[in-house]
């Protein structure tokens, strides 16, 4: 009964390139959540997904984030054109229904940008 | 705005010390406070879920109890590994969104 999977676990980009950071979410669970991490702060909001639809994106950053969870294959969190301050910890979460269900955090993907 | 506050930001006990951790919260709405474990290097773990004020709900050392403005997380003769950082959130109404605190770092010595 695997969990939420994410890779890669550990990521580096230099200033300016592309991360790419995919979420498989629990076996039968629909609903897929991504949030950030920084040093010293708490996690943070960025976008709700359902299967081929953006539910929510209000805490994502309106430039260069963008997410998608298609038909087959796994949720991909996408960021063009990397910064410092995009250094952190990005952890994905499932749950199989809405509101009120709790949600499942893979492990995460520490992104580093040089 | 909403937020969510824990203290103690850092908390060392010896084990079998027994303690509780407080999370308070502004969040409109509420829908659900959630309660998590994270362990270094790790995603968080969920814990508990209370949806309303006079709630509480136990897991072996631990027991979680809900007002209408905050909740604590007693901790019962922890033991070592008892020892990982304790996150509180809030289910924001209507929203699928979950309103974290920064957390309460553990450390129960043996």
């Known amino acids: 009964n695997a969990g939420v999977m994410q890779n890669p676990r550990h990521l580096v980009r230099r200033r300016g390139q592309e991360a790419r950071l995919r979420c498989s979410p629990m076996?039968?669970?629909?609903?897929v959540y991504w949030y950030r991490q920084l040093p010293e702060e708490g996690l943070k909001f960025m976008v709700y997904?359902?299967?081929?639809?953006?539910?929510?994106e209000s805490g994502m950053p309106k430039e260069r984030f963008s997410a998608e969870f298609p038909k087959e294959g796994p949720s991909i969190l996408r960021i063009q054109q990397v910064v410092r301050g995009d250094s952190a910890a990005y952890f994905c979460?499932?749950?199989?229904?809405?509101?009120?269900?709790?949600?499942?955090f893979g492990n995460g993907t520490r992104l580093t940008v040089t | 705005e909403d937020q969510v506050t824990q203290s103690p930001e850092a908390l060392r006990l010896q084990e079998g010390e027994s303690s509780s951790l407080n999370c308070s919260y502004t969040?409109?709405?509420?829908?659900?406070l959630f309660w998590y474990r994270q362990d270094p290097g790790k995603g968080p773990e969920f814990l508990f879920t209370?949806?309303?004020a006079g709630e509480e709900k136990e897991k072996e050392r631990l027991k979680a109890t809900l007002t209408k403005k905050e909740s604590f997380l007693h901790i019962t003769a922890p033991k070592p590994e008892d020892s990982a950082t304790y996150l509180c959130?809030?289910?924001?109404?209507?929203?699928?969104?979950?309103?974290f605190g920064k957390g309460t770092k553990l450390t129960v010595n043996p």
């Open positions: 076996k039968g669970h629909s609903h």
């Open positions: 959130a809030g289910g924001k109404g209507g929203s699928e969104k979950l309103v």
């Open positions: 209370l949806y309303s």
């Open positions: 997904l359902q299967k081929e639809n953006i539910i929510d």
């Open positions: 979460a499932s749950s199989p229904a809405g509101e009120g269900s709790p949600l499942h």
């Open positions: 969040v409109s709405g509420l829908r659900g």
